[in-house]
C-alpha cells in the first residue's frame, strides 16, 4: 500500500471535519468550484450568478468553463454540469432538465439553398459540424410513429463549441444539430428555423438531459447542497 493509498482516508475525514465546522453557520460560504462545457455555462449558468451572488454573498464562485471533460477529483471540482449520455462511475448523478435537439437553419440560407422537406434531404445540404462521433457523421431522427432513421451528413465547417456553430447558422454558413437550450430564443426570434418539428433528432440518444455530477462523499457540504438546489429551482429560466 501506498503512502497516498493510507493518508487518503485520513484526509476525506480531516475535510469532512473542516466542512461540518464550517457549515454550523447555516450559511454557504468558502469556494464553489463548478465546471461546465464553455456554450452551456455561459448560455445558462453565467446568467444566474448574479442572484447567485444575492443569495449566498458568502460564497466564491470559481467557475471553471471547458468542452474537455474534467476529472472531478484531481481537478477539485464539487459540481460539473454535463450534457447528454454518462459514462458509469462511482460520481453522484442528479438530472437538472430534460434536453432535445433541432435541426435548425436560417432564413438566408434556406432562401438561397431550398428547405429540405424531410431528414433525408440533409444530405444534399451542408451541415455544420460538431467533432464528436455521430455528431459529425450521422444524425438520427425519430417520427411520431417512434420509427428512427439514420441520416448521413457531411459539410466543409466543423466546430468544436456549440455557440461557434449557433453563429455560424444564424450566418447562413449551413445546417446546424443544436440543443434547445442554446437555439430556444433563435427560434422564437425568426433567425433560425427549426425544419423538422414533427421528428425528434440527436446524434447519441434520444433521452438527453443536463446532469448535476459530483463526487461521492459521506458528507455533502452546504455550499455544494445550497448551489444545487438554487440550479433546480431556476431551470425552468434557463
Known amino acids: ?9 485520513l484526509m476525506e475525514e480531516m475535510l ?18 463548478v465546471t461546465a462545457s464553455v456554450s ?50 462511482t460520481l453522484i448523478v442528479q438530472r437538472l432538465m430534460p434536453t432535445y435537439y433541432a435541426v435548425c437553419g436560417s432564413p438566408s440560407y434556406l432562401q438561397q439553398y431550398g428547405q429540405p422537406k424531410k431528414p433525408g434531404d440533409l444530405e444534399n445540404h451542408n451541415c ?31 466546430i468544436s463549441n456549440g455557440m461557434g456553430l449557433q453563429q455560424c447558422a444564424i450566418s447562413g454558413m449551413g445546417l446546424a444539430l443544436l440543443p434547445n437550450w442554446l437555439v430556444e430564443e433563435d427560434l422564437k426570434a425568426g ?9 425528434q433528432a440527436t446524434a447519441t440518444d434520444f433521452n438527453t438531459a443536463v446532469w448535476i455530477v ?11 447542497q445550497a448551489f444545487i438546489d438554487f440550479l433546480k429551482s431556476n431551470t425552468k429560466s434557463l
Open 128 to 158: 455544420l459540424l460538431f467533432p464528436l462521433p455521430g455528431f459529425r457523421s450521422r444524425w438520427l431522427f425519430k417520427d411520431k410513429k417512434g420509427e428512427i432513421s439514420k441520416i448521413p451528413v457531411s459539410g466543409r465547417t466543423i
Open 16 to 33: 469532512k471535519a473542516i466542512e461540518i465546522a464550517s457549515d454550523i453557520s447555516g450559511q454557504p460560504k468558502g469556494t464553489l468550484r
Open 214 to 224: 459530483y463526487p461521492s462523499r459521506a458528507y455533502v457540504p452546504l455550499k455544494v
Open 1 to 9: 500500500m501506498t503512502y497516498f493509498e493510507r493518508v487518503e482516508p
Open 40 to 89: 452551456f455555462g455561459l448560455k445558462c449558468i453565467v446568467p444566474l450568478l448574479p442572484n447567485l451572488r444575492k443569495i449566498y454573498p458568502e460564497l466564491i464562485i470559481d467557475l471553471v468553463l471547458t468542452d474537455a471533460t474534467v476529472d472531478l477529483l484531481t481537478e477539485r471540482i464539487d459540481v460539473a454540469l454535463r450534457l447528454g449520455p454518462l459514462a458509469d462511475s
Open 191 to 199: 433567425t433560425l428555423v427549426n425544419l423538422f418539428p414533427d421528428y
